[in-house]
């Protein structure tokens, strides 16, 4: 019996739960539709605004016909009760102890139904000589309220009063509300006793209808709100998924435009920005390919002259030490590096007018970051030495293995590292290395000038310097940070950079492991550890598929 319970507990505990699922999903559904639409959020609050209206009108027009009603009521009571009292006095002025009299009075009054409708009837004799009260259909006499009865005393005589009360009956009929209206003539008190339930009903007939009239109505106001809203509604729809398909490439989106009222003028007025922007697109992107093609031809042109230029160099470099004039010599000396910076600056110009031209192809293979790190820093260890800085390295003990292009991650390292070096001041830079499930990370850290306020969004830049002044010693062509961002978006991937002046900066690489995977993290911070509460100013760049 116990496990029975047990089980119908469970299984009403987890059908509450389901119906509390399923009532936040209606809840978060219908709000988020009304958050959304317009037309959802103007039949709404027409609903709402009608709904108070509806409800202010249907209170307003129930008491005025409650009123009307009750003040027709008691002026036809008070009509009935002038009539009985003339009878009453006609029949018992004379004779107020003759019971046979009474009965007969009594009757005529009960016989005399006028527009008041049905009612009940109490005389009271005051001086009480001969009886107490008579009423007929076996009315108690409680149901004439004691005040109604001081109120008549008070008053002069043949002025006639009336309240609302309960009418109560001897036996099993039930009480009924009712209007009370007495007067007084001679020693007779006189009290008719009209039952309200006819006029309940049909007040709760009238409210019955208002209600549904107002249901109705506020159905009918949502219907035309709907049909008006809709009217606004579905072209200001249409420009905005017009917009949207604009903001995607299709540049030859157009509206249809139909009449010449204001929402006309909108879809003209879309369709001629679109056409606007679809030439001025078209001019860029021709201008743009002029460009590009411009820059390769360049490159390309300029290898056959720089082929010749550097054997002829390459000779003068040889034989600088056979001049006779040590100035010749440092002549060839300077050729030669100025040569090998521009044979670079060619290789980077071609590399960016590939990436420009989306030419730019990834041949990724499986490989453990670890092993690129250690081969760039390898590389670039005399170069710190130099320059007196030490490079320190954090390696996880386990494989950071990911699919990424052995060359462009070993090029946008080799940036990073030159970078740190060349602004370090001689400090130690320390490189991290960290993966989770989906992405691998390389972070390098120095600590030298820093990026200043707003440099952090311009380091990225093709030929930016952080201070043109400052002299160039690893002989950068300004062009690394460029290209390394764009492997890093080739790669699905982020370049990201820190700086604060005087503190240092770090630039941290981000890569998903699966190559073309989007990357929704990064295993590393992008601040620093220790780098203090200040503000940090980076730049991100994602690549959105």
Not at 19 to 28: E, S, T, Y
Not at 254 to 263: P, S
Not at 395 to 403: K, S
Not at 490 to 519: C, D, I, M, T, Y
Request: glycine share 10%.
């Amino acid at each position: 019996m116990r496990a029975d319970m047990k089980r119908a507990k469970r299984f009403v505990r987890r059908g509450l739960i389901a119906a509390q699922r399923v009532l936040r999903g209606a809840v978060r559904s219908g709000y988020t539709r009304w958050r959304r639409s317009i037309q959802v959020r103007v039949v709404t609050s027409t609903l709402f605004i009608s709904a108070i209206v509806v409800a202010i009108l249907g209170a307003f027009l129930m008491q005025q016909i409650s009123s009307a009603l009750m003040d027709a009521k008691v002026k036809a009571a008070r009509l009935q009760l002038d009539d009985g009292l003339a009878q009453v006095q006609r029949d018992l002025g004379n004779s107020p102890g003759d019971d046979s009299r009474l009965n007969t009075t009594i009757d005529r009054l009960k016989s005399r139904s006028g527009p008041s409708g049905l009612y009940e009837v109490y005389i009271r004799d005051t001086t009480e000589q001969y009886f107490d009260g008579y009423t007929t259909n076996e009315l108690r006499q409680e149901s004439v309220p004691p005040r109604l009865r001081e109120k008549l005393q008070s008053a002069p005589q043949g002025t006639p009063a009336y309240t609302y009360g309960e009418l109560s009956y001897v036996g099993d009929r039930p009480s009924e509300s009712g209007l009370i209206v007495g007067g007084r003539t001679g020693q007779f008190e006189l009290y008719y006793l009209f039952s309200l339930e006819e006029e309940q009903r049909t007040l709760t007939n009238v409210g019955r209808s208002l209600a549904g009239v107002g249901i109705v109505l506020l159905l009918l106001l949502a219907a035309i709100a709907s049909l008006v809203t809709r009217q606004v509604v579905i072209p200001v729809r249409l420009a905005a998924q017009g917009a949207q398909r604009l903001a995607a490439g299709r540049l030859e989106e157009r509206m249809r435009v139909r009449g010449e009222d204001d929402l006309a003028r909108l879809g003209r007025s879309f369709n001629e920005m679109a056409a606007n922007l679809q030439e001025k697109i078209g001019e860029l992107e021709d201008l743009s390919q002029v460009q590009r093609q411009f820059v390769s031809d360049v490159s390309h042109e300029l290898r056959t002259p720089l082929t010749t230029i550097r054997i002829a160099a390459d000779m003068l470099y040889e034989n600088r030490d056979t001049f006779g004039d040590p100035s010749v010599g440092r002549s060839a000396e300077l050729l030669q590096s100025q040569l090998e910076r521009f044979e670079a600056l060619l290789a980077d110009l071609l590399e960016i007018s590939r990436h420009d031209a989306g030419a730019a192809t990834l041949d990724a293979e499986s490989l453990d970051m670890r092993d690129l790190v250690l081969r760039v820093v390898g590389d670039i260890q005399g170069l710190a030495e130099r320059k007196g800085s030490k490079l320190v390295l954090q390696l996880p003990g386990e494989p950071c293995m990911a699919e990424v292009d052995r060359r462009r991650v070993e090029r946008i390292l080799r940036n990073l590292l030159v970078n740190a070096v060349e602004h370090g001041d001689g400090e130690d830079i320390i490189v991290s290395v960290a993966a989770d499930r989906d992405a691998v990370a390389v972070a390098v850290r120095d600590h030298g000038v820093g990026l200043k306020p707003g440099e952090g969004q311009m380091v990225f830049d093709r030929f930016w310097r952080a201070d043109p002044a400052r002299a160039r010693t690893t002989g950068g062509t300004g062009l690394g940070l460029s290209i390394s961002r764009e492997d890093a978006q080739l790669h699905g991937g982020w370049l990201q950079a820190w700086g604060e002046p005087g503190v240092g900066s770090q630039f941290r690489l981000s890569l998903p492991r699966v190559a073309g995977a989007e990357l929704r993290g990064s295993p590393l911070p992008l601040v620093p550890p220790g780098a203090g509460d200040a503000r940090p100013l980076f730049a991100e760049l994602e690549v959105q598929e």
